[in-house]
C-alpha cells in the first residue's frame, strides 16, 4: 500500500512496461479493504438475522444503503477537484472504513446502517480518484491490467468475506471478524498520511489539460452500461445460492459453484486487462463481448440441469460481472487530466445498478417466480452491450490526435512525478 506514494525515478523508468505496478498493487488493497463494507454483512447475514430475528429483508436493505452512498459518494467525486495529495484521501476513506466496520461490531443494530453509509461512501469517493491515479502513475501498456488488478479486487474482497465468516465466526463469532477486517483498514490510513508526499501534486497534471468534461452522450452510454452491468453481477451474487438450493442442491454444491464462479472473474478481470494492455484496439471488442457472455450465461441458469447451470454461473460471472475493469479504462482514456470525474460517470452507474439489481432479483424471485430473475438479468446483460455499442460510436477526440482507445503514446505518462 505504501507503493501509492510516488518514488523518484528517472523518465526512462516511468516509461519501462513495469512501471506503476507498484501502484496498482496498492489501489487494489485499498479496494479490497474499501470493499469489506458491503461483503462482510452479506456473508454474516444468516448469523447476523438468527442472533436478532431479523428478516433477510432487512439486510437486503442494509446493502442497498451501501451501494447508495457508494452513489453519493461518486457524485461528490465528481464535482471535486483532485487533491494534491491523494494519499491523504485515501487515508481517510480507510479510516472511515475501519470506524464503520467496529461500529457494526459493537452496536449491529445501529452500527451496521452506519457501516454501510460510511463505508459506500468512502468507496464511491475513492474509486474515481484511484482510476485517475492508475491513468497518471502506470505506463500506457499497463494501463488496462492495472484497471483489470483493481477490479479483480471486488471479487477477492468477495471470496475472503466469503471465506472468512465460516471459518472464524464459529470460533470467535461474527463480531470479531468485523474488528479483524477493521484493523487493515485503520493500520493502512495510518501508513498512507505517514508517507504522504510534502510537496507537488500527487501525479496530478493541470486540470486543465485534455478534452473539457461535460455530460456527453459517450459518457451516459457508458455510465447506462455500468449500471445494467451491475445489476447483473450484483444480483448473481445477492440470489445465485439460494436459487440452486430452492432446486434442490446442497448448500456445499451451490456455494461450490459460486465460489468457482467467483474465481473465474477474478481470472476474467486479470486476463481482460491484460490482453487490451497489448491489443488496445480490442477494448470495445472485449468489453462487448463479455456482457453478451453474461447474458448468455444468466439465461442459461433458467435451466433445472444442474450441469447447464453450471456453466451458465461460470459464463454469468466471467463474463456478466468480468467487464468492470475495461469498463472504468475505457471511459476514462478520451478524458486525459479529467479521468477522475469521467469515471465518476460509470461509478455512479455501477452503484446504481449495484442497489437496483438485488432490489429487482428478490421482488421477481418471491413474486413471481426465479426464473423471471434471470431473464430481468438477460436483458440487462443485452442493454449494457447495446449501450456499448452505442458509445462506441460517440467517441470523443483524444488529446493527443489520435484515435481513442488506439495505442497511447509515450508522452502520454506527462504527470509521473
Known amino acids: 500500500m505504501s507503493a501509492l506514494v510516488p518514488r523518484h525515478r528517472n523518465r526512462q523508468d516511468h516509461t519501462a512496461g513495469s512501471a506503476g505496478l507498484p501502484t496498482a498493487a496498492g489501489v487494489a488493497a485499498v479496494t479490497v479493504l474499501t470493499s469489506l463494507p458491503v461483503f462482510l454483512p452479506g456473508a454474516a447475514n444468516g448469523l447476523i438475522c438468527a442472533e436478532f ?8 436493505a442494509i446493502l442497498a444503503v451501501y451501494w447508495l452512498a457508494s452513489l453519493a459518494g461518486a457524485f461528490l467525486s465528481k464535482r471535486a477537484a483532485l487533491p494534491r495529495a491523494l494519499e491523504r ?26 457501516n454501510s453509509v460510511v463505508g459506500g461512501a468512502a468507496y464511491g469517493y475513492t474509486q474515481p480518484h484511484t482510476n485517475a491515479l492508475l491513468m497518471r502513475r502506470c505506463a500506457p501498456r499497463l494501463r488496462a491490467f492495472a484497471f483489470g488488478l483493481k477490479q479483480a479486487a471486488v471479487p477477492a474482497a468477495t471470496l475472503l468475506a466469503g471465506g472468512a465468516m465460516p471459518l472464524l465466526a464459529g470460533p470467535v463469532g461474527w463480531r470479531a471478524v468485523f474488528v479483524a477486517a477493521a484493523v487493515p483498514c485503520g493500520l493502512g490510513g495510518v501508513l498512507l498520511v505517514g508517507r504522504t508526499p510534502t510537496g507537488g501534486p500527487s501525479a496530478v497534471p493541470g486540470q486543465g489539460h485534455g478534452v473539457s468534461l461535460r455530460r456527453d452522450a459517450h459518457l ?3 455510465s447506462c452500461a455500468g449500471f445494467f452491468g451491475a445489476m ?8 445465485l445460492v439460494l436459487a440452486l438450493t430452492t432446486r434442490g442442491a446442497s448448500l456445499s454444491v451451490a456455494g461450490a459453484v459460486a465460489t468457482a464462479g467467483a474465481a473465474l472473474n477474478i481470472v476474467v478481470r486479470l486476463a481482460a486487462g491484460w490482453l487490451v494492455g497489448g491489443m488496445p484496439q480490442a477494448a470495445w471488442a472485449a468489453l462487448t463481448g463479455l456482457f453478451l457472455a453474461g447474458a448468455a450465461g444468466t439465461a442459461l441458469l433458467t435451466h433445472q440441469d444442474l450441469t447447464v ?12 460481472w468480468g467487464w468492470a475493469g475495461l469498463l472504468h479504462y475505457v471511459i476514462a482514456l478520451p478524458y486525459s487530466g ?6 465518476a460517470y460509470s461509478q455512479m452507474g455501477v452503484s446504481l445498478g449495484a442497489a437496483a439489481g438485488p432490489m429487482a432479483c428478490g421482488l421477481l424471485f418471491t413474486a413471481v417466480r426465479p426464473a423471471a430473475a434471470w431473464w430481468a438479468l438477460t436483458a440487462a446483460g443485452g442493454a449494457a452491450a447495446a449501450c456499448v455499442l452505442f458509445a462506441r460510436s460517440r467517441i470523443p477526440p483524444h488529446p493527443d490526435g489520435a484515435a481513442a482507445h488506439g495505442p497511447v503514446p509515450p508522452r ?6
Not at 447483473?232 to 440470489?239: K, S
Open 412 to 417: 502520454a505518462t506527462a504527470g509521473q512525478p
Open 309 to 320: 447451470v453450471t456453466v451458465g454461473t461460470l459464463l454469468a460471472y466471467g463474463g456478466g
Open 53 to 60: 430475528g431479523w428478516s433477510p429483508v432487512r439486510t437486503g
Open 89 to 114: 484521501t485515501l487515508a481517510v476513506a480507510l479510516a472511515g472504513t475501519c470506524l464503520g466496520l467496529l461500529a457494526a461490531a459493537a452496536a449491529p443494530a445501529v452500527g451496521l446502517w452506519v
Open 220 to 222: 451516459v452510454a457508458l
Open 338 to 343: 479529467r479521468e477522475q470525474r469521467a469515471t
Open 232 to 239: 447483473v453481477g450484483n444480483g448473481l451474487g445477492g440470489f
